[in-house]
C-alpha cells in the first residue's frame, strides 16, 4: 500500500509492542506531508508499526477502517473533515481503536471537544519526540495522556458535565442495576479521581493488565463506551469524594 510506512522499520524498543509481543500498530493523520512523513518515520524507527497515514479527513476514516490501528495519532486541523468527526467515526467503527490527538492548539475548546469525541489523549506539537513516543505507548496501554496543564482542565469539564441533569439512573440494588465486583467498584473509584492506570495499579499492588481487565469488564456491565462516560458515570453517583 503507498500509504503504508511500515516497511523500513527496525527492530526498535521493545517498550512499544503491545501484550502479544508484536509492535504497536500506529497511524498517523496530517494534512502536512512533511510533518506527517516526519513523524511516521520517527515512531517507525522507534519500533513502532506505522500501518497507514493520511493526509485528509474522508481519507483518514477510510484508511483507519482498512488498517486496523491500535493508535490514531490524529490532527485536529484537517481538509475534508474536521479531525473531531474523524476521531468519532473511527472510534464508532472500532471501539478499541485509541486516539492520540497531536495539535498545535491549546484552546480549551479544541481539547474538550476531542475528548467529547472519543480521544484518550491529546499532545501538543512543541512535544519532544521522546514524548510522543512515550505518550503513544501509553495510549496504547489505555492510559489517557495530556500534554501538563490539560489534565486538569479535563477533570473539571468531567465534574461539569456530571453536574448537569441526567437522566434518572437506577439505583445499587434496584432490579436491573449493573452489579459490580467490590474490585471493580474499587479501580472505578480511582479512575473517576483522574488516576492512570499505572497508578491505580501501584495503589492496589496488582497488575496494569488486571486494571485494564476491571476498566473493561466495567465498560461491558454497565454499556458505556469509553472512559470519558465510565468517568462521568462514576462522578455522576459520587465516587469520586469516597
Known sequence: MTDSTGEHRDQGDHRNHGDHGNPIRVMVVDDHPMWRDAVARDLSESGFEVVATAGDGDQAVRRAKAAAPGVLVLDLNLPGKPGVQVCKE????????????LSASGEHADVLEAVKSGATGYLLKSASTEELRDAV??????????????????LGEYRRLASEPAGPAPADGEPGAPRLTDRETEVLRLVAKGLSYKQIAERLVISHRTV?????????KLQLHNRVELVRYAIERG???E
Open 212 to 220: 485494564q481487565n476491571h476498566v473493561q469488564n466495567t465498560l461491558g
Open 137 to 154: 505507548r501509553r495510549t496504547a496501554a489505555g492510559d489517557p495522556v495530556f500534554t501538563p496543564g490539560l489534565a486538569g482542565l479535563v
Open 90 to 101: 473511527v472510534v464508532a467503527a472500532d471501539p478499541a481503536v485509541r486516539v492520540l490527538v
Open 239 to 241: 465516587l469520586d469524594d
